[in-house]
């Protein structure tokens, strides 16, 4: 799914989300060969619901920080806005959720 998400990134016409998401991507592999990834971890392109106040928006994982622990995130929102993230607050999206959610915003 990851190959196919990042596939469709770099044929996309957005070039700033294709660049965000392809600097995340390489971050996340550098920062994967220094650490183990523990199960659980999000990975980069990860869709995820984030819950806030009013209920919860899907988001992508654009970085993942291993300087605390446990690690941190970095998530994009449908418009382009950015904010971090715990683990605690994204829940990994099914496909059918991701599916649904793109008919709804289309």
């Given at each position: 799914m990851l190959d196919e998400l990042l596939g469709a990134i770099r044929r996309s016409d957005d070039a700033p989300l294709r660049r965000t998401l392809l600097r995340a991507q390489a971050e996340a592999?550098?920062?994967?060969?220094?650490?183990?990834?523990?199960?659980?971890?999000l990975e980069v392109g990860a869709a995820c619901w984030y819950a806030q106040k009013g209920g919860a928006v899907l988001v992508t994982v654009v970085?993942?920080?291993?300087?605390?622990?446990?690690?941190s995130y970095a998530v994009q929102m449908a418009g382009g806005a950015q904010c971090g993230a715990s683990r605690e607050e994204l829940r990994r999206a099914t496909?059918?959720?991701?599916?649904?959610?793109e008919m709804v915003e289309a």
């Open positions: 592999e550098a920062q994967a060969a220094i650490h183990e990834i523990p199960e659980g971890v970085g993942v920080s291993y300087e605390s622990e446990p690690p496909e059918a959720e991701e599916e649904d959610y």
